[in-house]
């Protein structure tokens, strides 16, 4: 472990702290945290630093105090190659205050810039002496210190076809394509009024052929059929709309619930393949054992799968999973998301817990519904159409929900 380089600027005059925000650049290796008027707890500085790493959905860490937050910290601090940490309004906080950041510096071997407006204190200069921090004024410190590497650049492929639209309006089939072509930009609208065309002639073609009242399987893997390469609920809620409108139009009504159907059926047990800006999208949360979940579901592992998996069967580079009955490939985008939960468990877990997926002894312990809700919660705050299934609801529960997200009614003629 790298003893951190800590540095107490002194802006006596002012003259930076009010800058420091603009510096904040995670994809540069820089992560700024500002100390709170008033503020007697560090809890709340770690929090802010989360958030500051771009980490804005996600749960478990806000409201725990230093210990929690700060744990999630260090693996994000890790994955992101994060070099520098820059705290402003240094001179309010208390030598244990100090410590505490200085000792998440060293867990993450970042360098740490306490920035004292209006002047250091007599707490700052006794820390900087006992930990032999190097002193200098304002004017020595600028962006030019913390540039030490180069914006990550996206290497999303220019070629791939346009993003789908992220939302859709909340409707029924029968008034889903007016309500969008009223809500939805002309450019928007075509891909949706395109999607849905498709899936309703080729509903229209396979209930032609398949000549009887189709089953709630029939359903189910003609709708895998259709949804196989999508990624996003919006697209999976057109086709399903488009599905519906052919059904009625044959004399059959078929209640489609998306998430439901993605998390339940066996036929849509499948890797999906997410672009770079999707794995970007769920990088945005700050919980390490959600994200290890997102990858986990994405890759195609079921629910009850995910809850049991085992830390050693992890690459320790995150590239891969390997089960007794499978090898699951971890696309390179996805891997910091596994990463950070190896990391995590291994600091603020428990050691003797063999489980992936362990947490603190202050994070509840994880149920497979709990991996199922977890996923759900994912879907419908990222838009992503997982395909992760929950093994143990079966194919005979009486609410159509539960078991498959599908019921069919023929009509009455």
């Known amino acids: ?36 008027p008033g503020a007697r707890q560090t809890g709340w500085l770690a929090n802010d630093l989360i958030a500051a790493l771009g980490k804005t959905s996600g749960t478990g860490f806000g409201a725990d105090g230093w210990a929690v937050a700060a744990a999630h910290l260090v693996p994000w601090f890790v994955v992101d190659d994060i070099e520098h940490l820059v705290v402003g309004y240094a001179e309010t ?19 740490v810039w306490f920035v004292a407006d209006a002047g250091t204190t007599n707490t700052l200069v006794s820390f900087a002496e006992e930990f032999g921090a190097c002193r200098i004024d304002a004017d020595e410190f600028g962006p030019h210190l913390l540039a030490s590497k180069e914006a990550h650049a996206s ?17 029924t089939f029968l008034t889903f394509l007016a309500s969008a072509r009223t809500t939805m930009p002309d450019d928007a609208f075509a891909q949706v009024l395109d999607l849905f065309t498709i899936a309703f002639d080729d509903t229209i073609t396979w209930l032609d052929e398949l000549q009887h009242e189709p089953t709630e399987l029939d359903v189910a893997r003609h709708l895998s059929t259709l949804l196989e390469d999508r990624t996003n609920l919006a697209s999976v809620t057109t086709v399903l709309r488009g599905v519906q409108a052919a059904a009625f139009r044959s004399g059959l009504l078929i209640k489609l619930d998306a998430r439901r159907f993605l998390n339940r059926m066996t036929e849509t047990r499948s890797a999906i393949d ?33 809850h049991s998996l085992a830390a050693d069967r992890v690459a320790p580079d995150a590239s891969e999973i390997r089960t007794t009955h499978r090898t699951y490939k971890v696309p390179p985008a996805a891997r910091p998301l596994l990463m950070a939960q190896l990391l995590y468990r291994a600091s603020a877990g428990d050691p003797t817990d063999p489980s992936l997926l362990v947490g603190s002894r202050k994070d509840a312990p994880l149920t497979v519904r709990g991996v199922s809700m977890a996923i759900d919660d994912l879907a ?27 019921s069919i009614t023929e009509l009455a003629a």
Do not use: Y
């Open 93 to 111: 906080l208390p030598t244990s205050h100090l410590l505490a950041i200085t000792h998440l510096a060293v867990l993450a071997e970042v360098s």
């Open 155 to 171: 290497t999303v492929d220019a070629g791939k076809p346009t993003n789908f639209p992220s939302t859709v309006p909340d409707e």
């Open 1 to 36: 472990m790298t003893p951190p380089q800590i540095t107490v600027v002194n802006d006596a005059d002012s003259r930076i702290t009010q800058q420091l925000r603009s510096w904040n650049d995670p994809k540069r290796g820089v992560v700024v945290g500002m100390v709170r």
């Open 380 to 406: 419908r705050t990222t838009g992503i159409a997982f395909r992760a299934v929950h093994d143990q609801w079966g194919s005979d529960s009486s609410h159509w929900r539960q078991r498959s997200g599908i």
């Open 274 to 306: 997410l672009l770079e800006d999707e794995w970007h999208l769920l990088s945005s949360n700050g919980n390490t054992r959600q994200c290890a979940i997102a990858v986990l579901a994405a890759v195609g592992m079921s629910v009850a799968n995910i």
